[in-house]
């Protein structure tokens, strides 16, 4: 069974920087997309950024863009989410999640939280003013 590992939340100040690392394994699968989603207290989940393993295509949030940046790491089906100039309202419970079934892992799919098959535990991120 698939499962994600997330790893690298944690607590920073404004303008710092942080990075996130998701590793998929269990099982033999094959990863079609990755994505982070977040979530604060009382709020829907939102999908901050993803990418399409294959392709190389990516989603930003408009609230991330020019700050954050996704990318596949060398080892095997593992993201990164390299985070800079964090503000106070990227404050959240950040979310890894991968479509496992064959998909073409166009944008408007990589913002559908619906798409995604297996989901991380969820790690914290808590940015201070």
């Known amino acids: 069974q698939v499962q994600l590992v997330e790893s690298g939340g944690g607590l920073v100040q404004t303008g710092g920087s942080l990075r996130l690392s998701c590793a998929a394994s269990g099982g033999t699968f094959s990863v079609y997309a990755m994505g982070w989603f977040r979530q604060t207290p009382g709020k829907a989940r939102e999908a901050v950024a993803a990418?399409?393993?294959?392709?190389?295509?990516?989603y930003y949030a408009d609230s991330v863009k020019g700050r954050f940046t996704i990318a596949r790491a060398n080892a095997k089906n593992t993201v990164n989410l390299q985070m800079n100039s964090l503000k106070p309202e990227d404050t959240a419970v950040y979310y890894c999640?991968?479509?496992?079934?064959?998909?073409?892992?166009?944008?408007?799919?990589?913002?559908?939280?619906?798409?995604?098959?297996?989901w991380g535990q969820g790690t914290q991120v808590t940015v201070s003013s």
């Open positions: 999640a991968v479509i496992i079934r064959p998909v073409v892992a166009t944008t408007p799919i990589l913002s559908v939280e619906q798409e995604y098959d297996v």
């Open positions: 990418i399409g393993w294959s392709s190389g295509i990516t």
